[in-house]
């Protein structure tokens, strides 16, 4: 069974960068079966997608917060990590790790099928 | 603004069936058959119900269904119980920006 855990501070000050990281246990992100993304929600909000990273380092990010977003992957320690710089208290969300689409052989397959239990980061002084 | 359109609110009492509608483009929900849902109860992280528009993971119970019709994708959920009480949130493929997006969200109240 596949598990995410999501880690990092619960409090970041305006204008710094908060910083995530999530465990995957169960599963090799180095298999490169799966890519790996992480998930915003604003409190009492809907769900935003932030970014994704494959085992390579390859990334895509959010156009709306790709000017201050980093996913970084580390496959030594089965973890991938997020960055975002700048923030303000529009990011206090929420923040989940996700196993996101695969590919089969034959064709891609999008969708978030194992999450993190998320954390929330408050962005304030 | 999410970038597909979902009904903030829908009810159903204990055993009838309830729809909600998920409406997106021609670049997403129109586009492509990877339309996804997703139910969350107050506190807890997002479960994957449907993807791939009709298809269930194992352990999703046969009481929920999905579909598509041009851009607007719908979620069945059929003889409700007080379980199914939560927020339901769509989600879809975007082309060729490999950009994710999901519904603002439906919290469906059992009766």
């Known amino acids: 069974q596949v598990q995410l855990q999501e880690s990092g501070p619960g409090l970041v000050k305006p204008s710094q960068t908060l910083s995530l990281t999530c465990t995957v246990s169960?599963?090799?992100?180095?298999?490169?079966?799966?890519?790996w993304s992480w998930i915003r929600q604003h409190p009492g909000k809907g769900l935003e997608w932030i970014g994704y990273i494959y085992y390579s380092g390859t990334t895509y990010y959010n156009p709306s917060l790709k000017s201050r977003v980093t996913i970084s992957v580390d496959t030594s320690k089965n973890q991938f990590s997020l960055k975002l710089s700048s923030v303000t208290a529009a990011d206090t969300a929420v923040y989940y790790c996700?196993?996101?689409?695969?590919?089969?052989?034959?064709?891609?397959?999008?969708?978030?099928?194992?999450w993190g239990h998320g954390t929330l980061v408050t962005v304030s002084t | 603004q999410s970038a597909l359109t979902q009904p903030p609110s829908a009810s159903g009492s204990p055993g009838q069936s309830v729809t909600i509608s998920c409406t997106g483009t021609s670049s997403d929900v129109g586009g492509y058959n990877y339309v996804s849902w997703y139910q969350q109860h107050p506190g807890k992280a997002p479960k994957l119900m449907i993807y791939?528009?009709?298809k269930r993971p194992s352990g999703v119970p046969d009481r929920f269904s999905g579909s598509k019709s041009g851009n607007t994708a719908s979620l069945t959920v059929s003889g409700l119980q007080a379980e199914d009480e939560a927020d339901y949130y769509c989600?879809?493929?975007?082309?060729?920006?490999?950009?994710?997006?999901f519904g603002g969200g439906t919290k469906l109240t059992v009766l």
């Open positions: 989600g879809s493929y975007a082309g060729s920006n490999n950009f994710r997006v």
């Open positions: 996700a196993r996101d689409c695969h590919y089969d052989g034959r064709a891609y397959h999008y969708y978030f099928d194992y």
């Open positions: 169960g599963g090799s992100i180095s298999s490169g079966a799966y890519y």
């Open positions: 791939e528009v009709t």
